[in-house]
Every structure is written in C-alpha cells, then in structure tokens.
C-alpha cells in the first residue's frame, strides 16, 4: 500500500479519516438518488439500463493478507470510484439520448470517451438533420 512507504505522513494520515469517511454518507445518498433517477428516466426514454456490477465490484477485501484497516480502505475505494464510473455511465448515456453535441475545442480539456461520435460544435447543418430525423421517428 502507498501510505504504508509514507510513515513520516503517520499523522497527516490520521487527521484526514473523518475527511474521507465523512463521504461515505454523501455518496450513500447520492447512490440512492442515482438509482431512483436511473430507474424512472432510463425505464421512460427507453434506454437500457446499466448493469451497477460492471461497475461496483466488491472483491479485495477479501484478501487473506490485508489487516483489518486495509480492508475496510477497500471497500471504501471499490464502493466509492466504483459508483463514480457507474454515475459517469449513466450521465454519458443521459447525454448521447439528450444532446450528442460535442464540446468546443479547449486546450487542455479531455474529450469525453463517450462523446466520440457525437456532432462537431457549431455544426448547424448536421444539428438541424438530426432535428428532422428525431421528428420523423
């Protein structure tokens, strides 16, 4: 474990549990949200749903040689970026049903995967058929 190599930071390490922890109840709540919004909106517009277990996986706490604090470090880390990419996937599939408009080009910014065959920005003609097709179906 990284913080392990770090024991000059013993005490910083200390002093940031209820930081890290304290999220804990955040997130909870804002799963429970997701799941609702999930639920309701993808079951209305018709797009299949995400499967959370491609994206919340819950398995190295089980390790046999990890100390009781590693492990519950774990499941705070499986849970919390698991559920980070599963909101990502829903929010990225909200927005190919919604909008398929690519950002501007910024330097520095990092297109998102998921927008890769979206519209160009500023592309007035290819909005405006796609405009007419969705009126179509």
């Known amino acids: 474990m990284q913080y392990k190599q770090h024991e000059e930071r013993h005490w910083r ?10 999220m804990l109840v955040p ?4 799963h429970l949200a997701l799941e609702v919004y999930h639920v309701v909106c993808f079951w209305l517009y ?6 959370r277990k491609q994206y919340i ?9 990890l100390s009781l604090l590693d492990r519950f470090n774990c499941i705070y880390c499986e849970y919390a970026n ?10 990225a599939d909200t927005e190919k049903y919604w909008c398929g408009i690519k950002h501007d080009k910024y330097p520095g910014f990092v297109e998102p995967v998921h927008q890769e065959g979206f519209m160009h920005y500023g592309d007035k ?10 009126k179509r179906s």
């Open 82 to 91: 698991g559920l980070i990419a599963y909101a990502q996937r829903i929010a």
């Open 46 to 51: 018709g797009i299949p749903f995400v499967q």
């Open 57 to 65: 996986r819950m398995d190295r706490y089980k390790l046999p040689y």
């Open 125 to 134: 003609k290819a909005y405006a058929k796609a405009c007419k097709l969705q």
């Open 27 to 30: 997130l909870v709540l804002f």
């Open 13 to 22: 390490h200390i002093l940031s549990i209820p930081f890290i922890w304290g």
